[in-house]
């Protein structure tokens, strides 16, 4: 029988931390190697009773204070680690750092980024102008009205299709409103057409949303002390090209490919025109395969070799 893992995620869907949880919980299930086991929770009792059926070695918490305030793990039982998102919590055995180029530290250990497997087919929609797209939640800090300037700026026909929502934790329609009006406010064109919906999608819609794009571009303000932003999981799988701001969220690749990436240094149509063989090397790096074989290895490490397959 093989040792049994559990991730523990939370339910409430509209969250980048919920939709990260789930999309590693989903391409654990891969390991054949462990027995990952995802659990959606919203208690410690409903943690302690999961505990009791599944007898885990190791439980994963993709822990945030501000969707699982309840939780105290030191009367478990069993080796509990945190998911880092921001903020790491007190009281872990371990701790998981989503950034696959942190320094890994004492009880810290990195892990690279969870992708999708996505056969590009859909069509663009551009009609002929360039199609700039981007999506996230509907904070002012996710700079989508700094996109719009830079497009109305650059070219005298394009598109620029937004996908915003409002977050299960934080946000508001009127912040979401507020960033709708901006970037009306930034476009001065005629024949720059801006479409925004901000219905909640699942992957595979956002996913065909980012691949009918031309370009996906995403202008964070600066940001630091954030953890990676999950945007880029989605637009790496698409193969489409992607622009960046200097972001502290985007640190994980920028550190490799600023001058590919870069919209404070390149212009969007050398972005949406250029090779993007970095982004292929960034989707082969970020492979289901290479993310169940990193979680693999950190569960050898971290049960010390005692363990059944």
């Not at 901000?198 to 794009?213: C, P, Q, S, Y």
């Amino acid at each position: 029988m093989r040792t049994a893992v559990i991730l523990f995620n939370h339910r409430a869907d509209a969250c980048g931390v919920y939709q990260y949880g789930k999309r590693t919980g989903t391409i654990l299930r891969g390991s054949s190697l462990f027995k990952f086991i995802y659990i959606e929770v919203e208690s410690q009792i409903e943690v302690e009773k999961s505990i009791e059926i599944h007898k885990p070695s190791l439980c994963v918490f993709n822990y945030h204070p501000a969707t699982m305030p309840w939780l105290r793990c030191e009367s478990l039982g069993v080796k509990c680690g945190a998911l880092i998102h921001d903020v790491a919590g007190k009281g872990f055995d371990f701790y998981i750092d989503p950034d696959p180029k942190s320094k890994e530290s004492g009880e810290v250990s990195n892990i690279i980024r969870p992708s999708f497997e996505f056969n590009q087919s859909t069509k663009t929609h551009n009609k002929g102008k360039i199609a700039i797209g981007s999506f996230g939640f509907g904070f002012l800090n996710k700079g989508f009205d700094k996109i719009c300037k830079l497009v109305n700026n650059e070219f005298d026909e394009a598109i620029i299709n937004l996908h915003i929502t409002l977050s299960h934790y934080c946000g508001n329609i009127a912040e979401q409103e507020q960033i709708i009006n901006r970037c009306k406010s930034e476009i001065s064109k005629p024949n720059i057409e801006l479409n925004v919906t901000n219905h909640f999608v699942n992957d595979e819609e956002l996913l065909n949303f980012l691949a009918a794009n031309d370009i996906n571009i995403f202008a964070y303000d600066e940001m630091p002390n954030r953890g990676p932003s999950s945007v880029l999981d989605y637009a790496v799988s698409v193969e489409k090209p992607i622009g960046l701001s200097s972001s502290d969220m985007f640190r994980h690749v920028l550190c490799d490919y600023r001058d590919r990436l870069s919209i404070e240094i390149n212009s969007i149509s050398s972005l949406a025109n250029g090779p993007i063989d970095h982004i292929m090397e960034l989707k082969k790096a970020w492979s289901h395969q290479n993310f169940i074989s990193s979680y693999e290895n950190l569960v050898k490490k971290l049960l010390k070799n005692e363990y059944q397959t």
